[in-house]
């Protein structure tokens, strides 16, 4: 049944490829915008990056909205998102997780608030990277699940700070771009499972980390690595990793595939599927 | 824990340390086709230029034949080639023009068509944008 959404998830990509874009605020590059997350912040897939989402530059709005699909062995995860970006320095964005646990039975749901903002910097200009820091609000719309896991709160922050940077004549003579993030976080598989647990109830500093490299201006293959804390005895939790293409026509569009790897969650091992995500960009 | 679970943090770490390389400029010239490759270029980019509503206003009062010489001769110069830059410094030249990042972005945008209009391969074209892209504090917010 997932196949169905994510044919449906290509088929709005080809067509809103093809409509011409109108927008007079996009100062930006192609791809600087990058994609969205699956916490709603403007990033890769699983890691929210420095950049700040849509193509607003000094003086200028942009906002995108996003789909996401990530199908996993026994778990499906979907996201809508939406963001805005004004003076490519502040970044607000939401987005409702929906995890359906498709083996086990029922599913899990939660909202995300997130702001972001620049701190220093400019992705492609100078030597040093472009900062940004961020706040994420998240809340579950439901908690028996969680608390029947031993989770302690149904709502959380995450603070994170990001650094990124993009060489454009890099390695083979190819635009790289990296980015390395630093969650504070309490959150149980990114918030799905709650906050807080049994076997730890305090803040754990988390690396995460993206690396990528433009085939040109259109087409990105990388990969993601998102380390996470393990606070519920019930069940083992893992870092997430993915790797990626993603591929961005026009300023309107941008669509990223990759192949994820979740670790184990819920107590089910080697959790690994496909990601589609499908971003408009006005 | 497998050695793939450190690899993007390795290759992160690698991409930080590695200074861009230097470019092989002669190399850079002959991938712009000499002297009349990048005539021919800067000829396609000042088309966009005029075609582009966001940034043309800056080019009304310009003498566009001699500053299509002067861009020619630049960029000639700045990838390796045999010629001579004869006009003013960048920071004199745009003082008092007040250019914004997106206008900035946006003459580079122009540029990048003009190379994809004129078959120049990804490679050169990186190699080239990366030398004009430290000029970006020469010219914006002048």
Known sequence: MHTNKFVGVALAGLALAVVQPVYADQGRFIATGAATTIDGAGGGGIVPWATLSSYAEEGQWGATASLTEVNVDDFALSVSAASLTFDNRFEFSIARQRFDLSTIGGELEQDIIGVKTRLYGDLIY???????????????????????????????LDYYVSAAKAWLDGPFHRTWLANVTLRATRANQTGLLGFGGDQNDDYKLMTEAAVGMFINRHWAVGMEYKQKPNNLSFADEQHWR?????????????????????GSIAGLDAQEGIYVSLQATF | MRWINVLPGVLVTFALLLPAPAAAKTELYSALGEEAGISRLMETFLLEIAADERIVEHFIDTDIERLHRL?????????GGPCVYSGEDMVTVHTGMGISHAEFNALVENLMTAMDAEGIPVGAQNQLLALLAEMHPEVVKL
């Open chain 1, 126 to 156: 100078g030597d040093l990277p472009q900062i940004s820091a961020g706040i994420q609000y998240k809340k579950n719309r439901r908690f028996d699940l969680p608390s029947a896991v031993g989770a302690v709160d149904d709502s959380g």
């Open chain 1, 242 to 262: 993915d790797y990626f293409v993603a591929y961005f026509p026009t300023k309107s569009v941008a669509l990223v595939a990759a192949y994820a790897d979740l």
């Open chain 2, 71 to 79: 861009l020619t001769e630049q960029i000639c110069e700045l990838v």
